[in-house]
């Protein structure tokens, strides 16, 4: 019972924590928003109020042919996904809560109906404004990171903020040597997704991770050639209990979404007000 009730308690605190920093986060959306241009800042105002529904935030490829042009052979193992947006997540080389990473590329490993479906998403804008090398670079990346993380996720445990920064450098170093990527391209690719995380909506990576599982779960009669079984009885519960937790914060991501949505018009106003 006091097991339950600790676990009770430090997720009540994980929860009023992360809403602390969704307020903080609201307040720097609403500054960019408010340098943009007007026609500008009511398009991304009307995808963050249509990010609302879920089922919004990410659709097919638009450029599906050059995307498996640049990647090959192994853009076959994983269904692609698109979005308008880009996430965010307390940054893996700070303990500060406002400094924060973005990504315009993602990959998840959902377990789903028995199986685990690999989804790699990526941001419109970005594919449209990459070089076919910088594309090549990113797509490479998120193979490697999602080798290294299905790797990982054998031993069935969570990654420390360390881990984490160490298999996103790891990562790089490899695909960087791998396409032979010079340092003045990186700094092409970083001052890129810098650029597009003040023109484009940005969403906080949970309630991202949320919406790519229900999108794999709504398109699952047609991506079912994608999943594939647990190698052991033992990842097969893992599985199952990650679907199972994942499920238990649906709710909670989806309240705190509405709540960062809200506190963006709430922030503008006020911004608004200040220059009246």
Known sequence: MSDNKSEQRDRERFERDYRDWILLMARD??????????????????????????????????????????????????????????????????GFADALDFAVAMNRRFFCEGH???????????VCQSS?????????????????FHEISLKMRCLSREEKRDVVDR???ISSERLKIT????????????????????????????AMLIYLEENLSELEVYGLPSISPEEEVFGEELYSEFQGWSEFSQSTYNLFF???????????KGYS
């Open 29 to 94: 959306v609403a500054c960019r928003l408010f340098a943009m241009p007007l026609p500008k800042r009511f398009h991304v105002l009307m995808n963050y109020e249509d990010f609302r529904n879920p089922r919004q935030v990410f659709r097919k490829p638009s450029a599906s042919d050059r995307i498996v042009r640049l990647a090959g052979d192994r853009i076959s193992r994983y269904i692609i996904i698109e979005t308008d947006a880009i996430t965010f997540f307390p940054s893996v080389y700070s």
């Open 116 to 126: 685990w479906y690999p989804l790699i998403a990526l941001n419109h804008e970005y």
């Open 132 to 148: 076919d090398r910088i594309l090549s670079f990113a797509l490479d990346h998120e193979f490697e990171m999602s080798r290294i």
């Open 171 to 173: 990562a790089q170093y």
């Open 183 to 210: 340092q003045d391209e990186l700094f092409e690719d970083e001052k890129l997704m810098h650029q597009l995380s003040f023109s484009q909506p940005l969403i906080p990576k949970p309630y991202a991770e949320r």
């Open 262 to 272: 809200r506190e963006i018009i709430a922030n503008l106003r006020d911004v608004n």
